[in-house]
């Protein structure tokens, strides 16, 4: 089957042609398929025009709604974790259901410095497994296997988890932790199998790459930019993420009050067995990208031959003095593993780019990561009435649940028809200030705890050794400020990453540039670590400042260091897709003759031959 057709070189350049015999899977169609709706835009028409997004097509739905699931799972799991492994079980209890009575629902007692330490490795090592995840998928099973193949870790991780709350089991700590911690670990690596493939497998549904001209009924022009119908496919992603969020974690929550830990555990499990078989089901429905071979390799020895024959990345021959034309041009032989065309270079060097985009990422996700165990516990020191500790924090997503279909009906309508171009470089500078914000309002109401609670500032040991009169006499729901500035932050930099990922990677390396995404909150869950030594009274308001600050600086810094970059998204978007697939064994690779305007396929493991076009 033919592969889709590349996108054009910017402000009008030649398409390069579909080649028979190239790479997507038996059962799946291709942008052969999709007509030409209309013309490229002009040099005038991408300079005037309003550019809109195409049509979602149906498959992109059914990869939505396996994420939606998935998330389900993940969240309704981890919505407990901070209760399970912070409190200690009621008195009498063999399920730590607490049915919403001081001191709440409890299984461990380790602390708040334990459980803000297990749930920031937890993080950690889900955001770590993409690398491996990714490198599966690339080099050796296509995502749709690596899927599958995480789906059957994930389930396994989930099971174990069970065990580690079930009555014969919660009720010895030390057992229990050491089962949950095996739970843990097992089930992010299915996360990070899952995490690193579903989210370029949503996005490639879309078939056509080539931006048109459209007129509407009015006689009014417009663009249909492939870029746009990304960023479209993957805020609507990002709403079924955060559904399955909401809905998963507050059916867990309830479950673990009024049932116990056990079930919190178990319902999740059962449903997360959808996700393998939605995705059989609509297989032979899906455009699927086999594994490409070597290519992170030949990545990296053009990268090391870049650095060799120039001067850093500052020089701005860096990429153009190593693409294999101007290798010849000067008269010199190219290497033999540079079996690759120019446009792979100008693809790898994009991928640069947006790698060093995601560098400032870990800076953000700091304080994004205050939500899944600082401000949980926050909570349990202010008054909650009837309500869940760790059912505030559902605020986060009902605020991105909201706000998404406005911005999308809305505001990035009403800025298209001012002419205001909303940039990825801009979205995610926003995005850091916003964070900052957050973890501003968290730092206010901390002191405003401190300042009111008749414990000052040694509230939660106090709690935590049954003192009764410690609660602030300040309602939970203030705390709507940093959850909903969090949700605004991620509509516009946590949404922008993934199609900043998509869009820039190359066409063979999708999987592995969104694992380098999802690397940072590695990253960032690692800079946690250090300052979980704060997440502890009297000094919280320290870590919520230390916070605000970091995101502050890092959205400046952020937007000082990527604003020449942003002038050239354009360029970026619409540069020539390359001929080259892969390299590995029985693999086909395109090649180009761009002198005789000829086109070949190679089937490398079965020699030389051509291909009609």
Known sequence: MATKRSLEITKGGSVVDVVPGDVRSLDSSTDEDVPELGPFPTQEEWDTLPRVPGRIPWTAWTVAFVEFVERFSYYGTSAVFVNFIQKPLPPGSTTGAGFLQKPGSGALGMGQRASTGMTTFNQFWSYCTP????????????????????????????????????????????????????????????????????????????????AYVRTKKNGSKEIVDPAATTARIYIYFYLLINMGSLTGSLAMVYSEHFVGFWLSFTLPTICYLLCPLVLIYFKK?????????????????????????????????????????????????????????????????????????????????????????????????????????????????????????????????????????????????????????????????????????????????????????????????????????????????????????YTKAPQNMKSTVQAMALFTSAVSSALGQGLVALAEDPLLVWNYGSVAVIALLGGIGFFMTFRVTDREEDAMNNQKTSAFIGSSEGMAVKTVDEEEGEKKAVDIGEGEKKAAI
């Not at 990714?134 to 991780?157: E, F, P």
């Not at 229990?176 to 992010?188: D, E, R, Y």
Request: glycine share 8%; hydrophobic share 45%.
């Open 131 to 210: 690398l491996f995840g990714a490198y599966l998928a690339d080099q050796h099973w296509g995502r749709y296997l690596t899927i599958q193949y995480s789906n059957i870790a994930a389930l396994i991780g989930h099971i174990i988890l069970v065990l580690s709350a079930i009555p014969p089991v919660i009720v010895y700590p030390k057992a229990a932790i050491a089962v949950f911690s095996v739970g843990l670990v097992v089930m992010g690596i299915g996360t990070g199998g899952f995490k690193s493939n579903i989210s370029p497998l949503i996005a490639e549904q879309y078939r056509s790459s080539k």
């Open 285 to 501: 429905s899906y455009v699927l990208s086999p594994p490409t071979g070597s290519v992170m390799g030949k990545a990296w020895k053009l990268v090391r031959f870049a650095f060799k024959e120039s001067k850093g990345l500052r020089d701005p021959e860096f990429w153009s003095r190593v693409k294999p034309s101007e290798i010849r041009a000067r008269g010199e032989t190219v290497p033999a593993w540079m079996t690759f065309d120019d446009a792979w270079v100008d693809e790898v060097r994009r991928g640069v780019v947006a790698c060093k985009v995601f560098l400032w990422y870990p800076l953000y996700w700091l304080a994004y990561n205050q939500m899944t165990n600082n401000l949980v516990s926050q909570a349990n020191t202010m008054v909650l009435g009837r309500t869940p500790n760790d059912i505030v924090s559902k605020l986060n997503p009902i605020f991105i649940i909201i706000l998404i279909p406005i911005m999308d009906f809305g505001i990035y309508p009403f800025l298209r028809n001012c002419g205001v171009r909303l940039s990825p470089i801009r979205k995610i500078t926003a995005g850091f200030v916003l964070s900052s914000l957050a973890m501003v309002s968290a730092c206010v109401t901390q002191a405003y705890i401190y300042k009111l609670s008749a414990c000052g500032n040694d509230i939660n040991a106090q709690i935590k050794s049954g003192r009764k009169d410690c609660t602030a006499p300040i309602s939970v729901w203030v705390q709507v400020f940093p959850y909903g500035l969090i949700g605004m932050s991620e509509v516009l930099a946590s949404i922008t990453k993934l199609e900043y990922a």
